[in-house]
């Protein structure tokens, strides 16, 4: 057994169902835990930051409460700031460590530092931050398919043949190794994001990051109400607290685990019912694997201008402060009320539904004709749940220049409004009432 080893926690925020974690206690004696705020999470991009205020708060609240349940069964949590490879390497040195345990990535930034520390040590990585891995896909990375459709039917037929296909969930260690006694370095005790603030008394859901809280959202969405059961008649809602799963926050930073959802919807389905909302919902989740594997094959062309479908991969610095369209779409002062009730939204709580997210994209792209890589960095700055694989993915597919090449020619934000929101609750919620103005 390997003496000291270090585990480098990235986006598997948990205890629960953490292959990396299990396995690093497993094949350690002495063992260091540490999440570093580095250059992939905390940066500027066209002239904003990349970690907001709504996910910069959760991601600390969801740091805290690992932390304290890492000291519950023996060990601990280093949260530390900087260059992930330059700390890594100085820990390494530090206590000795045989060996770095992390998960598998799939941007292109995260496999390049995978590259440069497995250079000054052994590094193993484990995959759990996809529902499959690409040794259990039905085809080569190099042959994923471009179209959704043809993706899911093939996993399909291939889970018709293999029901055990998604890996069961592995066990939560009770107890872990020691820190090791010669490590001095000290871990950051306060929030280093320069923004972080909570979300407006108006949102419709309050998120709290921590593990057990997003734990008991599976609970609440499955099993106590109706909202797995009727998912399918309320997805395209944008009020209310049920009519999605709000599960997203956790899953992007893995203090859920997207397995552990996965068996869930369907031991649902063993014990209550299976219907088209039960397999709507796998249907999503297998959306947030295309656009994973998706990333893993095509690289840095998702950020691109002329995102997969182009050769380029230009990355040409524009600023969002440079372009007056812009400014106020982020703001929510078009003075379209559909649009503006959907930033201000966005603005207030750092989340929106997914036909919100749909409709103010396709807009920006469309009619307002704005390059999209702008939409995108906004969107990333605000959402508490933002993940690179499928932000810039929905935003790719949206402009028509990613998988699925969609034709927005016929798009039309009222039309949206009036089949969304035909009665204006929505806007009249966020806007006050338009009559009484």
Known sequence: MNKTNILWLRKNLRMHDNPTLLHASNHSEKLVCVFIYDEVIHYKQHGVDSLGPYRAKFLWESLSSLKKSLQAVGNDLLILQGDAVEILKSLHEEVNAATIFTQTECGQCEQEQEQA??????????????????????????????????????????????????????????????????????????????ESKPQSAKASFLFKGDEQSGLDRVEQFIWNGTGLENYRDTCNQLLGADYSSKLSPWIANGSVSVRYVYHEIRRFEQER???????????????????????????????????????????????????????????????????????KELLETGYLSNRGRQSISAYFVKEMGSDWRLGASWFEHLLIDFEPCNNYGNWNFQSGIGHDVKKLANFSIDQEAQRYDPQQAYQNYWLGDHSEA
């Open 273 to 343: 019912i299976e219907n088209d909302s039960t397999r709507w919902a796998v249907c999503e989740l297998l959306w947030r694997d295309f656009f994973h594997f998706n990333a893993l094959k095509h690289g840095s062309s998702i950020f691109s201008k002329g995102g997969i479908q182009s050769n380029s991969c230009s990355k040409k610095s524009i600023d969002i402060d440079q372009c007056h369209l812009v400014q106020n779409w982020c703001k929510g002062e078009t003075g379209n009320r559909f649009v503006d009730a959907i930033m």
């Open 117 to 194: 520390v497995s250079q000054f040590c052994n590094l193993e990585t484990i995959n759990i931050t996809t529902l499959l891995n690409c040794d259990q896909l039905p085809f080569s990375k190099e042959t994923l398919p471009n179209n959704f459709i043809v993706f899911r039917r093939l996993i399909e037929q291939q889970w018709e043949a293999q029901k055990s296909m998604v890996s069961k969930c592995c066990e939560t260690p009770k107890t872990l190794p020691p820190v090791p006694d010669t490590l001095k370095t000290q871990s950051l005790s306060v929030n280093p994001a320069s």
